[in-house]
C-alpha cells in the first residue's frame, strides 16, 4: 500500500488546523508547513499524540525564499497530497507600496510556485485543495487587489483541471464568511460558519472530486446574483 501524507500550508490558521484534524483521525501523516515554529510545534505535539500519526514541521515564510519547499517535493519519495490554506489579507485602504509587494508575492507567486512544483512531483496521484473566497467573483472596493489575487490562482488551477487525468483531484473552495479572527467583531457578517464544518466541506469536496465548491453552500446563489447585476447596480452596493 503506498504511504501518503498531507501536506498543510498555511498550517496555524484554525481552518488548516481542523483540517490536519480530519486527516490525522483519517490516518495520514502530516507535514505542518508555516512561518510560526512555536505554534507549529504546538499543534504538531498534539496532533502526533492524539491520533498517533506522524507529525513533521516545516517552517516557511511565503514571503521569502521558497527552496526549501519545492526541493521537499523534488527529494521526496512519499506520495503527498496539498490543502493551501495560506495568504496574505489586505484591505485597498489600506494598501502600501510594500505590503501590496508582500501581497502579490505571497498570494501569487509563492502559491503558483508552491502547485506547479506539487504537479510535477512523481507520483501516483494528486490531491489538492486551495482555499480561495467569494471576493475572486467580482471586484469590490473593500478588497479587490486580495480578491484579484485569489481569481489569479482561480485561473491557473482551472487550467489545470481542464488537461488532468483521473489522477488528478484539484478542488478549489471559494469561502464565505468563516468564523476566524479576521472575521469576529466585523461589521455587516450576517453568518459565519465554523471553521470545523469547512474543514469537512473541503475534505468531502476532494475525496467527492469536485472541482469547486462555495462554503457555506448559500454564496454560491448570492455571487450568482451579484455577478450578474448591471454595473450602475453594483456600484451602488459599495460591498
Excluded at 509563492?110 to 467569494?134: D, E, G, M
Excluded at 468531502?204 to 447596480?233: D, Q, T
Aim: hydrophobic share 45%; proline share 2%; charged share 15%.
Amino acid at each position: 500500500m503506498t504511504t501518503r501524507r498531507w501536506m498543510i500550508l498555511g498550517a496555524s490558521s484554525i481552518i488548516a488546523e481542523e483540517f490536519a484534524k480530519l486527516a490525522a483521525s483519517a490516518g495520514h501523516s502530516l507535514i505542518l508547513v508555516g512561518r510560526n515554529s512555536n505554534q507549529l510545534g504546538i499543534i504538531a505535539a498534539d496532533l502526533a499524540l492524539r491520533y498517533a500519526i506522524q507529525c513533521e514541521v516545516l517552517v516557511i515564510d511565503f514571503s521569502q525564499e521558497l527552496n526549501e519547499i519545492l526541493a521537499y517535493f523534488h527529494n521526496n519519495s512519499e506520495e503527498i497530497d496539498v490543502f493551501i490554506a495560506f495568504s496574505s489579507i489586505v484591505e485597498n485602504l489600506s494598501l502600501t507600496p510594500e505590503n501590496i509587494e508582500t501581497l502579490i508575492q505571497i498570494n501569487g507567486l509563492a502559491t503558483v510556485q508552491i502547485i506547479n512544483a506539487y504537479i510535477h512531483k512523481v507520483q501516483s496521484q494528486h490531491r489538492l485543495i486551495f482555499l480561495s473566497s467569494v471576493a475572486a467573483c467580482r471586484g469590490r472596493a473593500k478588497n479587490s487587489l486580495y480578491g484579484g489575487s485569489k481569481a489569479l490562482i482561480e485561473k491557473y488551477l482551472q487550467g489545470l483541471q481542464q488537461a488532468a487525468d483521473e489522477t488528478m483531484h484539484l478542488t478549489i473552495a471559494r469561502l464565505g464568511f468563516i468564523d476566524t479572527a479576521q472575521t469576529f467583531g466585523v461589521s455587516g457578517i450576517f453568518y459565519a460558519s465554523p471553521p470545523k464544518a469547512c474543514a469537512k466541506a473541503c475534505w468531502r469536496a476532494s475525496y467527492a472530486g469536485k472541482r469547486l465548491i462555495y462554503h457555506p453552500f448559500f454564496w454560491r446563489f448570492i455571487m450568482g446574483l451579484i455577478n450578474r447585476l448591471p454595473f450602475f447596480v453594483y456600484r451602488k452596493m459599495r460591498l
